[in-house]
């Protein structure tokens, strides 16, 4: 088929798409808007920058092309050039061609059902979906520890009493243990969806995959016999210090792998932190909970699940001694 029946029906889609209709692009999931249509590309603004794109018409036929050459139909997003993403997304308009982030690739398909437009034109953060409570132990840990800074002033720790810093020393560790577990659940799924080293942005931030370099040191036997036959005495490495063996490598033509064991490590770190959207953010749900109407059911909900708690935490840091359980027994 050729391309220009293929850029028509694409046109015909996007001059279909409601007005405030958001599309995502892969990769970088900079959300924008298609503005204008014309014989020979298509205009887009982004959301989050004062920005006027156009995309062209060429460049969405070598889009194509790429795809249909590949033996299965599928083009890798990390192959895209930097600015190319749009172009996917826009091309996923066209009723053949989706984006597979998990698989990491743009296909043509004739089963072709998604599209990167959002829903109703807002952002899956601008989205109101019902609120449930997730059966995770950070969950539970962070609505204790809401609910003892909301307890305590904070302003100055010197002021709270041993006991009331002791219960926060212990939540806050375990909110620490059980953010980091889950932390490491969600860096492990990102591994499989991030396909190059470039940022990736959500509401709150960006994270971008990246590689930590590991080496250890080699059985004793084999790091003793490599550097004595290199003329380094054994005396000075008995005890396989790395300094040590970083000091003999200087001076021997040994290469490091002679000496360590090496490896890389995939992993995650955050590049960016978005302090301002994530301060609306919490204005907003603190805006929203003093603006609610105290008949409504949801806001009754609410405020049981918080006596609910208010009892729990009261359970868990009560303290009964031994002394008045035996004379309550005996009494009894």
């Given at each position: 088929?050729?391309?220009?029946?293929?850029?028509?029906?694409?046109?015909?889609?996007?001059?279909?798409?409601?007005?405030?209709?958001?599309?995502?692009?892969?990769?970088?999931?900079a959300e924008f808007q298609?503005?204008?249509?014309?014989?020979?590309?298509?205009?887009?603004?982004?959301?989050?920058?004062?920005?006027?794109?156009?995309?062209?018409?060429?460049?969405?036929?070598?889009?194509?092309?790429?795809?249909?050459?590949?033996?299965?139909?599928?083009?890798?997003?990390?192959?895209?050039?930097?600015?190319?993403?749009?172009?996917?997304?826009?091309?996923?308009?066209?009723?053949?061609f989706e984006v597979d982030?998990?698989?990491?690739?743009?296909?043509?398909?004739?089963?072709?059902?998604?599209?990167?437009?959002?829903?109703?034109?807002?952002?899956?953060?601008?989205?109101?979906?019902?609120?449930?409570?997730?059966?995770?132990?950070?969950?539970?840990?962070?609505?204790?520890?809401?609910?003892?800074?909301?307890?305590?002033?904070?302003?100055?720790?010197?002021?709270?009493?041993?006991?009331?810093?002791?219960?926060?020393?212990?939540i806050l560790s375990d909110?620490?243990?059980?953010?980091?577990?889950?932390?490491?659940?969600?860096?492990?799924?990102?591994?499989?969806?991030?396909?190059?080293?470039?940022?990736?942005?959500?509401?709150?931030?960006?994270?971008?995959?990246?590689?930590?370099?590991?080496?250890?040191?080699?059985?004793?036997?084999?790091?003793?016999?490599?550097?004595?036959?290199?003329?380094?005495?054994?005396?000075?490495?008995?005890?396989?210090?790395?300094?040590?063996?970083?000091?003999?490598?200087?001076?021997?033509?040994?290469?490091?792998?002679?000496?360590?064991?090496?490896?890389?490590?995939?992993?995650?770190?955050?590049?960016?932190?978005?302090?301002?959207?994530?301060?609306?953010?919490?204005?907003?749900?603190?805006?929203?909970?003093?603006?609610?109407?105290?008949?409504?059911?949801?806001?009754?909900?609410?405020?049981?699940?918080?006596?609910?708690?208010?009892?729990?935490?009261?359970?868990?840091?009560?303290?009964?001694?031994?002394?008045?359980?035996?004379?309550?027994?005996?009494?009894?």
């Amino acid at each position: 088929m050729p391309f220009s029946v293929s850029w028509h029906t694409l046109l015909d889609h996007a001059e279909d798409l409601p007005e405030d209709a958001t599309l995502v692009a892969p990769i970088s999931h900079a959300e924008f808007q298609i503005t204008d249509t014309q014989e020979h590309r298509i205009i887009i603004d982004y959301r989050d920058k004062d920005e006027t794109v156009p995309l062209q018409r060429e460049q969405f036929e070598t889009l194509y092309r790429r795809i249909q050459d590949q033996p299965a139909n599928e083009f890798e997003l990390d192959r895209l050039p930097p600015d190319a993403a749009p172009y996917a997304s826009a091309l996923t308009l066209h009723p053949r061609f989706e984006v597979d982030e998990d698989a990491g690739v743009i296909r043509e398909s004739e089963d072709a059902i998604s599209t990167q437009v959002l829903d109703d034109g807002t952002s899956d953060a601008d989205t109101n979906t019902d609120r449930h409570e997730p059966d995770l132990q950070v969950y539970s840990d962070a609505l204790l520890l809401t609910d003892s800074l909301e307890r305590h002033e904070m302003d100055d720790l010197a002021e709270l009493e041993t006991d009331a810093l002791v219960n926060l020393y212990t939540i806050l560790s375990d909110v620490q243990r059980s953010a980091d577990d889950l932390r490491k659940e969600v860096a492990d799924m990102l591994l499989n969806r991030l396909h190059h080293d470039r940022p990736v942005s959500g509401q709150f931030g960006s994270v971008q995959r990246t590689s930590r370099r590991q080496r250890t040191l080699k059985d004793e036997e084999t790091v003793l016999n490599a550097l004595e036959a290199a003329g380094i005495d054994r005396e000075r490495v008995t005890s396989v210090d790395r300094d040590k063996v970083d000091d003999a490598l200087e001076v021997t033509e040994l290469s490091e792998s002679d000496l360590y064991e090496t490896g890389t490590t995939e992993y995650v770190r955050k590049a960016d932190v978005d302090e301002d959207t994530k301060e609306t953010r919490l204005q907003g749900l603190k805006d929203r909970l003093a603006a609610s109407d105290e008949d409504d059911e949801e806001v009754q909900q609410l405020q049981e699940e918080i006596e609910e708690l208010e009892d729990r935490i009261e359970e868990l840091t009560s303290f009964s001694s031994g002394t008045a359980y035996h004379t309550g027994t005996q009494h009894g």
